[in-house]
């Protein structure tokens, strides 16, 4: 097939996907993570979304838009939030909201566990083990999927397991596992 038939894709129109689901894995996420998710969603489709709509029908009534900043921003900026919120639909359909607080008091490691463990015998650390769509490792949480997550996944206190980094193996003592409380019943 020659390259004239090809579709050319621009750079700037790529999504940064977040790192796919396992295969025939589910999307954990806890309660709070899929309200931040139902949130933004509803942000983009409630607010921000018109708003473009509105900028770009203004430009695209200003005549020519080969030249109109304005109207071609504006269009890539619509993509964009309509590539979002596709996204964040197909995250939110497949999403297995899991409640860490019911494991409150536990010793065994599950998701939404927070875990302080040493590593080697030397370095101390603390993770909580959260779903892809929401973890944040500049605050100590990790996707369930990471490579230490699935180490520690089961654990108990006082338990040793073996990380594999590519460092070599490590070993990672649990030191303490805690959940957070569940909500006060009204």
Known sequence: MSKAFTKETDSDDEELALPPL?????NYIT??????????????????RPKVVDIVHWAASN???????????????????????RFLTQRMEIAEITDPSVHHGGEQVFFGA???YLVDGKTEQCVTIMGIDEADTSVGEISWVSPAA????????????????????QV?????VSYPAPPAKV
């Open 63 to 85: 005549g020519d838009r080969s030249e109109n900043g304005d109207y071609i921003y504006g269009k890539k900026r619509l993509r964009e939030i309509d590539r979002r919120i």
């Open 150 to 169: 699935r180490t520690l996944l089961k654990a108990r206190v006082g338990d040793e397991v073996s990380l594999v980094t590519p460092n070599g193996v």
């Open 31 to 48: 309660p709070a993570g899929y309200a931040r998710l139902k949130s933004e969603l509803l942000e983009l489709i409630d607010t921000e």
């Open 22 to 26: 396992p295969a025939g894995g589910k």
């Open 114 to 116: 927070t875990v302080r």
């Open 172 to 176: 990672v003592e649990v030191l303490e």
